[in-house]
């Protein structure tokens, strides 16, 4: 089994870190103005969801502020010398904490990660198939894309409700009719807001209650959704 790490995330820097590997951006010259945006759009689709938003997110959106608008300043033509990169600390935080970071996954070792795992009608994974942990972050991430899909499409409205236990079934019944499913099928045929929010909020409830897990083959890969064994048992 892959974990995914719903408690609450381990803190602004993890989302950070993530920021920066989906764009490919180089960790000693970040571009501060796109990091600072697509952070801060982070924060309002966390709220969207009633995900609790630690004072440390909210500090650090004020540091990536701080930091925009000090390189926006001009430098004084009086100035010969630049003066130090207002983003340096920032590098450096980043840099130490994903040392330790590295070093915390290492000692955890895999035999931690995916011992007592048994399957029953579900596939069978090799050992180097167990790499990647699944984190709030990359769900996020294709909750994103869903959502901007589902704005596409010309709105109307009505008085709609989606109930999340609706989507619970919806999800489930899809399992029942493939041994696995990738998360943007949980969001087709969804074209509203609030109907793709109801069907990610689901699929946390199913990984809370131990229905389900997910993993991935590779760093931002295709999230695949399985039943697990306890599920299928109880069916």
Do not use: W
């Not at 970071?101 to 994974?125: M, N, S, V, W």
């Amino acid at each position: 089994m892959v974990d995914i790490h719903l408690e609450i995330f381990e803190g602004p820097l993890d989302l950070l870190l993530h920021l920066i590997k989906k764009n490919d951006l180089n960790i000693y010259d970040i571009p501060i103005s796109q990091i600072t945006q697509e952070y801060l759009e982070y924060l309002e689709l966390m709220k969207d969801l009633n995900l609790e938003v630690a004072g440390d997110f909210l500090v650090m959106a004020s540091t990536l502020l701080q930091i925009k608008a000090k390189m926006l300043l001009p430098t004084p033509p009086s100035e010969e010398e630049e003066g130090p990169d207002p983003r340096q600390e920032l590098v450096e935080r980043l840099l130490e904490y994903q040392k330790y970071k590295q070093a915390a996954h290492f000692l955890q070792g895999r035999y931690e990660q995916f011992k007592d795992i048994h399957y029953r009608e579900t596939p069978r994974f090799k050992d180097e198939e167990k790499v990647l942990a699944v984190n709030l972050f990359e769900l996020l991430e294709a909750l994103k894309e869903a959502l901007e899909n589902a704005q596409r499409v010309p709105q109307e409205i009505a008085g709609e409700e989606f109930p999340i236990e609706e989507k619970v079934q919806k999800i489930l019944f899809l399992l029942d009719k493939a041994p696995l499913i990738t998360l943007r099928e949980i969001f087709r045929g969804e074209y509203k807001r609030l109907g793709v929010i109801a069907c990610f909020l689901a699929l946390l409830e199913l990984v809370k209650t131990g229905k389900i897990f997910c993993r991935q083959k590779e760093l931002f890969g295709e999230v695949q959704i399985f039943k697990k064994e306890t599920a299928l048992a109880s069916a």
